[in-house]
């Protein structure tokens, strides 16, 4: 089967020039994302996930911040590209859904007519015809009773109707790329399920990429094909979902697993990762996680590790060897392994 590259990152840099310094939120990524991709990019707040999709999506002013790298989107690179074009594959070719649908939604003005709203402006179709077209984007998002709730104010929706109502104005257009910020973190966890079952079909049904953002690594485990682990402004960890869950080889990786309740670790403790991420202003010498590394070594606090293949068959940034890996993460796991039996 062939695969389609939709997105490829190529040493994407964002700095900000700030008063107190230059923050290097972005500092080096690259990535990239194929049709039917759910790429998941997991990390703890700050570490640059936002800041990474709304560069890719033309939305960081090019007059606050340094940007450098390529974005290239089905082959353009987009930080080269004018506002004018980037609004059009904005909405068109890209679309977006974030957190809180209500930063997107128009209080005063009924759902409906917002997502007919979105069409027109990018198409120039009969209004009728943008109706009907969103009475049938509002059922494919499993609204029931579109022609109804079509005519109701978001506050009239749940909070997960509402992202349900976001996602619809996202496919509006067929776009190809699907960038999801946090979408079900202020969702409670059985609407979160339903939203990422959602995202899912709406992935297979309109043959798209997803991109879903997240600092919850159990999300990504949910639906992501792909995951990479984002530390400090830069990828720490890249793989399948299998060969990150399976054979995960960074320590800030293995935290996050063990910060998340897992399924057949039941009774087993929840270990939150000890201090916090680092200034993006002064990030520390070597490897930008050592400071909370249990298991630094003699080049950690001096070499900054590249992110690339050290013999587990995909990439990680960490100077411990691939064998040294495999001993420390079973360690790591054994007492967990025997809580959960
Ligand atoms: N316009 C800006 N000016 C200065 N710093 C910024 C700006 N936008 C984001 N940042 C900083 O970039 C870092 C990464 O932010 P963000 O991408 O939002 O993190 P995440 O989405 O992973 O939580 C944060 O430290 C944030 O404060
Ligand atoms: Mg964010």
């Not at 009239?156 to 509006?172: D, E, K, P, V």
């Not at 979408?183 to 609407?191: K, Q, S």
Request: hydrophobic share 35%; glycine share 8%.
């Amino acid at each position: 089967m062939s695969t389609e590259t939709l997105l490829e990152v190529k040493d994407l840099r964002v700095h900000f020039p700030t008063g107190d310094g230059l923050v290097k939120a972005v500092d080096g990524l690259s990535f990239t994302v194929d049709r039917g991709d759910t790429f998941g990019i997991v990390g703890e707040s700050g570490s640059g996930k936002s800041v990474t999709n709304l560069t890719a999506l033309g939305l960081t002013d090019r007059n606050a911040a340094n940007i450098t790298g390529e974005v290239l989107f089905k082959g353009r690179d987009l930080l080269k590209l004018g506002k004018e074009d980037l609004r059009k594959i904005r909405g068109k070719e890209m679309a977006m859904i974030f957190q809180d649908p209500f930063s997107c939604l128009h209080p005063f003005y009924r759902v409906g007519d917002q997502i007919v709203e979105a069409i027109l402006c990018h198409d120039k179709i009969p209004k009728k015809q943008a109706e009907q077209r969103t009475y049938d984007l509002l059922g494919a998002v499993g609204i029931p009773k579109p022609k109804e709730r079509f005519r109701d104010f978001p506050h009239q929706y749940s909070g997960g109707m509402r992202q349900r109502a976001m996602i619809a104005m996202a496919m509006a257009h067929n776009p190809d790329l699907l960038i999801a910020d946090e979408p079900t973190t202020a969702l409670d966890v059985t609407v979160q399920a339903q939203i990422l079952d959602l995202i899912e079909r709406v992935k297979t049904e309109f043959d798209i990429g997803v991109i879903l953002i997240t600092h919850d690594l159990g999300v990504v485990s949910e639906v992501a094909n792909k995951v990479m682990v984002m530390y400090a402004g830069r990828a720490v960890e890249m793989g399948t979902r299998d060969e990150v869950f399976g054979n995960p080889q960074h320590p800030y990786t293995w935290g996050l697993l063990e910060s998340i309740p897992h399924v057949d670790h039941k009774g087993s403790k929840l270990v939150p990762i000890e201090g916090a991420p680092p200034s993006l202003i002064r990030t520390p010498n070597g490897c930008s996680f050592h400071p909370r590394c249990p298991h630094r070594f003699d080049p950690c606090d001096k070499d900054d590790p590249e992110i690339k293949d050290r013999g587990a068959g995909h990439p990680d940034a960490c100077h411990l060897s691939a064998a040294e890996k495999t001993r420390v993460w079973a360690e790591r796991q054994a007492p967990r392994t025997k809580a959960a039996s």
